[in-house]
Every structure is written in structure tokens, then in C-alpha cells.
Nanobody, 124 residues
Framework: QVQLVESGGGLVQPGGSLRLSCAAS????????MGWYRQAPEKERELVAS???????NYADSVKGRFTISRDNAKNTVYLQMNSLKPEDTAVYYC??????????????????WGQGTQVTVSS
């Protein structure tokens, strides 16, 4: 089975920075795309940023120029560097891994997986 474990959330003042990490574990052969989503209270989950195995990135307009997504394919880990944080960035941030190929050499399975979420609070 595949697990995604997130870390790095917390409380930060407006204008501050945080770095989120998400490590995927299990018998993984490859991961197509990894990304970060967030969900604020009473709002729908939204895409923050994503990155393909080839390094192509996509960002929500609200975070462009402030957040940077990166990925270590050898470690099956994705990072989100968040700078110039604003109160409206407050949310639970979820890691996502898309089209994860895993299992044994004779029995491979593909699926999408989510982390458990990490709280980011931006407040003075």
C-alpha cells in the first residue's frame, strides 16, 4: 500500500515563510504528478500547485510568485516553499500523488493517493 506523510505545517505571522514536505512510501515504481491542495473552513478543496515527474509545474493564480513547488523523484518527495504568507493562505494543506504505479514486479497497481493533511495558520 502507498502512504503519503506530510510535515512542516504550523503557525506563522503574515509575511512569513513555511516549507511543507510530503514523502510517499510503499513499493513504488513511479509517480506521475504530485501536488498540494488546500481546504479552508467552509470552502472547497482547491489546487495550490502541482509538478509532473518531468518537472512541469502549475500554480493557482493566488500563489504565483509566492509559492514554489519542487520534487525529488529519487525520494518520492514533494516540497512546497511558501513565502510572503497571507491570512487567506490559512487552510489544511493536503498532498496528492497521481497515477502511482506500485506493487510487485508481477502484480502492479496504479492509483491516486492523499496525505492526511497538515494545518497552516497565518495570523498575527
Amino acid at each position: 500500500q502507498v502512504q503519503l506523510v506530510e510535515s512542516g505545517g504550523g503557525l506563522v505571522q503574515p509575511g512569513g515563510s513555511l516549507r511543507l514536505s510530503c514523502a510517499a512510501s510503499g513499493s513504488i515504481f513511479s509517480i506521475n504528478a504530485m501536488g498540494w491542495y488546500r481546504q479552508a473552513p467552509e470552502k472547497e478543496r482547491e489546487l495550490v500547485a502541482s509538478i509532473t515527474s518531468g518537472g512541469n509545474t502549475n500554480y493557482a493564480d493566488s500563489v504565483k510568485g509566492r509559492f514554489t513547488i519542487s520534487r525529488d523523484n529519487a525520494k518520492n518527495t514533494v516540497y512546497l516553499q511558501m513565502n510572503s504568507l497571507k491570512p487567506e493562505d490559512t487552510a489544511v494543506y493536503y498532498c496528492n500523488a497521481e497515477r502511482v504505479l506500485h506493487g510487485s514486479p508481477l502484480r502492479r497497481t496504479m492509483g491516486d493517493y492523499w496525505g492526511q493533511g497538515t494545518q497552516v495558520t497565518v495570523s498575527s
